[in-house]
């Protein structure tokens, strides 16, 4: 197939004797259309969206008034997790020490063990991670540590406001911090 | 002794085939393609592992921009309680809106993100306006005055008795108390359940869900 006979009825195998009529190819040269219908085929591969959005269930806790009406949690168990700017990240395990020696920083690579370590070191049922997002933090930030909860499999996790003495913290040790980078 | 004629082999090919295979694919990219609709609200939304689909019918959606700005909307195969929606943010809010400016909260595509005070004169606004408004979003930062409780109290009352899908698509980079604000007007109309739209990711290797995901396919298979 592929291109047009130009030869004008060559006589490639002649028979004894016999006139051949000439025979026009109707055969035409696809390349063109091939190239045509790859150049479509990418633009509608790129302007595709094969990957539908997916969606992210959260379950709110009832906000109640009342102290005695709020979960208790065991505090040895707690490791809360405050998100500040600049995808930085502090935490602490169990109660904050009234010096802060226990207030650590980190950044979203290295949470990922820390809760690990956490939940492998301390009894499942006094398990839990608190998630204080502060004023600086982006909604990806919130985001990546609630998808961080289901990567690891925690099971109790709440999303509490920052306390001003931990916001006052954060706040203390970014100005640390600032300098030495 | 007798030539041997090597026959002259032509170098072209048969493209009919590639051709075939070209536009069949050509032609299952055409129908599988959804056009992105023209959105007035650029949003990237962040990545998860979750891998449950996001609703697409009676969706009540909540979007954050990332200035911050909340924008309130629904979709357009819910007309009947997009509708009432506006019905009862106009009855709460004794805005006094006409009809033509309910309609316009109708179209589809519609989006609301401007506050109360503004809402009125929002709905005048042609579709050709509306291109170059800058929308302030909604007021939630001020925990007095949250309006999107009341945006949330209206939907929750037209959907009443059909299941309302509260999904909330929130830009990278949006501020938390952004998204308080919305998390804390759910709270106030009792919803503790909604959804967060985000883009698909894969699970990373060696981490508990990685290991559950691969007990499970197996389990699956037989």
């Known amino acids: 197939m592929a291109e047009m006979d130009t030869s004008g009825g060559g006589h490639e195998k002649k028979g004894p004797g016999v006139k051949k009529a000439k025979k026009l190819s109707t055969r035409v040269d696809l390349t063109p259309m091939v190239d045509l219908g790859f150049l479509l085929i990418t633009f509608f591969i790129f302007t595709t969206t094969m990957s539908e959005p997916t969606a992210m269930r959260l379950f709110l806790p009832k906000d109640t008034e009342k102290p005695e009406d709020q979960n208790k ?3 040895s168990g707690a ?3 405050m998100l500040s700017r600049n995808n930085s990240i502090f935490y602490y395990e169990g109660e904050l020490a009234p ?3 226990n207030f650590k920083s980190t950044n979203f690579k290295d949470i990922r063990d820390i809760i690990i370590n956490k939940k492998k070191s301390t009894d499942p049922t006094d398990f839990v991670v608190v998630i204080k997002p502060g004023p600086e933090s982006t909604y990806k930030n919130t985001v990546d540590m609630l998808d961080e909860m289901t990567i690891n499999d925690v099971k109790r996790y709440a999303m509490v406001d920052i ?3 931990e916001l006052t913290l954060v706040r203390a040790s970014e100005a640390y911090q600032q300098p030495g980078k | 002794m007798p030539k041997v004629k090597v026959p002259r082999k032509s170098t072209s090919v048969d493209m009919t085939a590639m051709c075939d295979v070209a536009f069949l694919l050509l032609a299952f990219f055409i129908l599988t393609t959804s056009f992105k609709p023209d959105e007035a609200l650029s949003v990237v939304t962040p990545k998860s592992v979750s891998t449950t689909k996001a609703e697409q019918k ?4 909540i979007t954050m921009d990332k200035e911050g700005k909340v924008y309130f ?7 009947a309680e997009k509708g009432e929606i506006i019905d009862v943010v106009d009855q709460l ?9 309910k309609n316009s909260f109708k179209r589809s595509g519609s989006f609301v993100g401007v506050p109360f005070g503004q809402l009125k004169s929002y709905l005048q606004l042609s579709p050709e306006q509306l291109k170059s408004f800058k929308s302030p979003g ?8 949250n309006e999107m409780i009341t945006w949330i109290r209206a939907a929750a009352t037209a959907f009443q008795g059909s299941k309302m899908n509260l999904l909330v698509k929130g830009d990278n980079e949006a501020k938390y108390p952004s998204f308080k604000g919305v998390i804390d007007a759910f709270k106030k109309n009792e919803i503790f359940k909604f959804q967060m739209i985000t883009d698909p990711e894969g699970v990373p290797a060696g981490t508990e869900l990685f290991k559950k995901n691969e007990l499970r396919t197996p389990a699956a298979a037989e």
């Open chain 2, 93 to 101: 809010k004794s805005l006094g809106l006409t009809e033509q400016e």
């Open chain 1, 163 to 165: 306390f001003d003495v």
């Open chain 2, 58 to 61: 009676d969706v009540v959606l």
């Open chain 2, 73 to 79: 909307s629904v979709s357009d195969d819910a007309t």
């Open chain 2, 138 to 145: 909604i007021t939630v930062l001020d925990t007095l005055n």
């Open chain 1, 73 to 75: 949690i065991k505090a």
């Open chain 1, 79 to 81: 490791l809360s997790i």
């Open chain 1, 99 to 101: 010096d802060g020696s």
